[in-house]
């Protein structure tokens, strides 16, 4: 599988972004969004199956973010609101392997990348 997310571009603190992941190949995976800032480890922001259900959320994103998938387009998304500086990263989305159901928060869980988006907040 394939993934190439877009979306990120420089915005004003308190404002709104949309990222997308567009998925080429067997997309009934296990979907993740992370972000990696300059000298900070990988760090998990949502999670989300195929068939929807309950997504979960990392601690600093919970309350703000929003991960969502439109099957039919084989996209995911990540809306984000009340952007933050300490928001600024790269972007990252991933997926686990295929057969598997389970929502997890460690990078290392995931096994398909797509390169980054840069998503830089101003204050």
């Known amino acids: 599988v394939q993934l190439q997310a877009s979306g990120g571009e420089l915005v004003q603190a308190g404002g709104s972004l949309r990222l997308s992941c567009a998925v080429s190949?067997?997309?009934?995976?296990?979907m993740g969004w992370f972000r990696q800032a300059p000298g900070k480890n990988r760090e998990f922001i949502a999670a989300?199956?195929?068939?929807?259900?309950?997504?979960i959320y990392g601690d600093s994103v919970r309350g703000r973010f929003t991960i969502s998938r439109e099957n039919a387009k084989n996209t995911v998304y990540l809306q984000m609101n009340s952007l933050e500086p300490e928001d600024t990263a790269v972007y990252y989305c991933?997926?686990?392997?295929?057969?598997?159901?389970?929502?997890?928060?460690?990078?290392?869980?995931?096994?398909?990348w797509g390169k980054g988006t840069q998503v830089t907040v101003s204050s």
């Open positions: 991933a997926a686990r392997p295929s057969a598997v159901t389970v929502l997890h928060r460690s990078p290392s869980s995931y096994r398909d």
């Open positions: 190949g067997d997309s009934r995976r296990v």
């Open positions: 989300l199956s195929w068939s929807g259900g309950s997504p």
